[in-house]
């Protein structure tokens, strides 16, 4: 059964076989019991002929009695010819049917073999021996009349012999004939049982048959039901494109949700793949990928070596919106082949949206490329000299807002008049010398690129305000070019200024102590140093901040007021802890304003607290998963005490109004990044901290746009 591959179905085969056998076997029987039947039923009627025989034989020889008696017979005796003839007749049927009997052969119809004969019952048996018994003596006096060669038979003999036995005969052959009908009866009741057995047997395996037929029946179906609700999850939540392929590009009949989605067109199963692909990709992708699907398909070409030409491996479509607007997308199709046997039979499509990551690439390259021109900046920043730069930007920042002013104040029917377009020239060229002379080849480039742009505009006879939008587009990549170069000069300035050891600032100026904006820091010092339990005094020395452009007046205020918090909370201890140290119970705030005459001024701000614990912001930056336990195991202690200025750091457990979020030093930080200028800090444990602030003292060119914003939403 194992050979012929029947498997799960091999029980039912042989249920199935023993039924056919349980029927033809119960067919065979009934046919062996209705020929036995037939059979018997020629036996009966052959013991049932004796009895008519014998009585035809009695009334025939008293009919040739009677002849010869009432002289009806003529001389020659042909009258009762006819009567004798049936009586030899009567008697040779009558023999026939003993000796059919006893050989057990056929009947004398010659067609029909006898089945039940006397000798197989003893009873029947000596019935018929009775009979044979009886009839013998009859039969010699027929023979005896048949030897008679006279002219007029003479039946007496025969009368004699056969009156007293006829009756016994008849009776004889009754109960023969009753007694084979008898057993005639018992053999049909057999095998009729015997029939039943089988047909009973027969249905019993049938119930068989069908219990277990249903039971697989079931069981496929669950299995099939497990297996379509299995494939519907997959195809329904997957969130790739899936559906077979068949030679004649026609999409099966199962197709996961997100096909649809990815294509941006409805897919439908047994639709044509080409007729879907057509309006997506250019006629050359068309041919193409139908040139690579003829080929998936051909069962003499190797897959491995033709999937490199898959023309859809990264394929740009174009589709439209709910709302009308084109959306442009990446997608991804590829092609695998389903085997059957040797043969291919249909191709597995999986397509994906992969705009997402081909976006990411892109915008790693650029970045890559951004970060290269910014070290390739850096590098020629920190050639240049710092004066000169200084000196480039503040030109390049005037240079660009008079450009900027012309174009805003430009005629919108007319644009910018020729000598203004000149000017506008004539800054750029400048601007462009400064910077190759400072080895700023990116905004060399860039401010070339500017001038191309302004002498096209200039050749121009008529000029509209839409003229201007490429040279505007230009001024604000400029600005942006020159922003990143202040804030790299701010950034290295960070690095390079961070954890030196200064030696304190000079002892207050008691006639300083009374300015408006020392008061204001001294108030406020005592109000947190009250909230945390604490003692502090606060000395200034330095500039009258009054003196100061406003913005940089706000900016130094705003920053000493967050150094204030910041030492207050972090670094000033309490009395008790100060006394214990030998220090003054009164924690002491030193503030110093100077001007650094080039053009620039410094902020220094010192407490002699507790300084920066390197270990509890290490434990901040591992609790805020910015650093791993091996990058933190690992890394300078100059960059682990820079991070007290990231946003969201902080080395406070809990959260109150003056600290605990970790964004003061991150608004500090922000402010002088804006400003153009630059904090180094200082500190030793367990005597003090040190802020110094570089900042410009004229305000930066993003410190200017913020005030300009400031002004217009005002």
Known sequence: ????????????????????????????????????LLADAVSINLAGTHSSLAQKLAKTALLIEQDATQGTIDSSGRSSHSELKDLFETADRFNDIVRTFDTAGESMQGDVKVALTPNEDPQAAAL??????????????????????????????????????????LVASQMLTARLEALSAAKASKLRGVQLAGITLALINFGFILYNFLGQLRKSDRAVEIAQKETGDI???????????????????????????????????????????????????????REYIELLMRHDVKEKLVASLNPLDCIEISTMRGNGAVESRYLQVRFNRV????????????????????????????????????????????????????????????????????????????????PRIAAMMRIAHRLKGDATALNLEAISQSLHAFESVLDELHGQTRRTAEDLLPVAVRVKGLYAEV????????????????????????????????????????????????????QVELNYKGLDLEQLQPSLRETINSIVNQFIRNALVHGIESPAERKQRGKSEAGRLAVYVSDQEDGSLELSFRDDGAGVDPERVRQAALRTGRLTPEAAEGIDQRRLILMIFESGLSTRAGVDGDAGRGVGLDAVREMITRMGGRVRIGTTRGEYCHFRVHLPMKAGPVEQEAMQDQREVA
């Open 235 to 289: 195809l329904r939540t997957t969130q790739e494109g899936l559906f077979l392929l068949d030679g004649e590009f026609r999409i099966g009949s199962q197709t996961s949700q997100a096909l649809s989605r990815i294509l941006g067109v409805e897919v439908q199963p047994g639709q044509s793949f080409l007729d879907l692909l057509r309006p997506l990709v250019t006629p050359k992708t068309f041919d193409t990928t």
């Open 483 to 534: 922003n990143a170069i202040q804030d790299v000069i701010a950034r290295l300035g960070q690095v390079q200024g961070v954890v030196s050891v200064d030696a304190a600032r000079p002892a207050a100026d008691p006639e300083r102590a009374s300015l408006p904006f020392v008061r204001q820091w001294s108030a406020f010092a005592n109000q947190v140093a009250q909230r945390m339990g604490k």
């Open 339 to 418: 085997l059957q046997g040797q043969l291919v039979t249909h191709l597995l499509v999986t397509a994906n949206d992969i705009t997402r990551r081909v976006r990411l690439e892109r915008e790693l390259k650029e970045s890559e490329r951004k970060v290269q021109d910014q070290m390739g900046m850096m590098m020629r920043i920190l050639q240049a000299d710092a004066t000169m730069l200084n000196e480039f930007l503040r030109n390049a920042n005037e240079g660009l807002h008079q450009i900027n002013e012309d174009l805003r104040t430009s005629s919108p029917a007319h644009g910018v008049s020729s």
């Open 1 to 36: 059964m194992l050979r012929l591959g029947l498997g799960k179905y091999r029980t039912i085969v042989v249920l199935i076989t023993l039924f056919l056998v349980f029927d033809l076997g119960v067919l065979g029987m009934t046919f062996v019991i209705s020929k036995g």
């Open 128 to 169: 018929f021996a009775l009979v044979k018994d009886l009839w013998t003596p009859i039969n010699a006096e027929v023979q005896a009349l048949r030897e008679n060669t006279s002219k007029r038979p003479d039946v007496g003999p025969l009368l004699q012999t056969l009156i007293p036995n006829n009756m016994n005969l």
